[in-house]
């Protein structure tokens, strides 16, 4: 059975950092794709990062780009989302995504909180 597992959000000050880890069971993260997505209240889905199976290659919307790393860790076959210098405006349930290339995402994970407040 295919699973995503996210961890890692909580409460954070302005300007702290959280990693946020995806947790697959039933596949191997090697051979998909994986997103990060974030839902705000009141606001659509939006994607936040992603790596690709096929080249490793990654994406950053603007929003986060220089601030949020995506890393995979084959062996634990996991993918972790690691934010910095976080703002109020990052805000939202954190979810992560599998699919068979980007933009095809057939797996989600049930979403982890994370709020940015002092």
């Known amino acids: 059975q295919v699973q995503l597992v996210e961890s890692g959000g909580g409460l954070v000050q302005p300007g702290g950092s959280l990693r946020l880890s995806c947790v697959a069971s039933?596949?191997?993260?090697?051979?998909?794709?994986i997103g990060w997505f974030r839902q705000a209240p009141g606001k659509e889905r939006e994607g936040v990062s992603c790596?690709?199976?096929?080249?490793?290659?990654?994406y950053y919307a603007d929003s986060v780009k220089g601030r949020f790393t995506i890393s995979r860790d084959s062996a634990k076959n996991t993918v972790y989302l690691q934010m910095n210098s976080l703002e109020a405006e990052d805000t939202a349930v954190y979810y992560c995504a599998a699919g068979p290339n980007a933009g095809r995402w057939s797996d989600w994970g049930q979403g982890t909180q994370v709020t940015v407040s002092s």
């Open positions: 039933g596949f191997s993260l090697d051979y998909y794709a």
């Open positions: 790596v690709r199976s096929s080249d490793g290659s990654t």
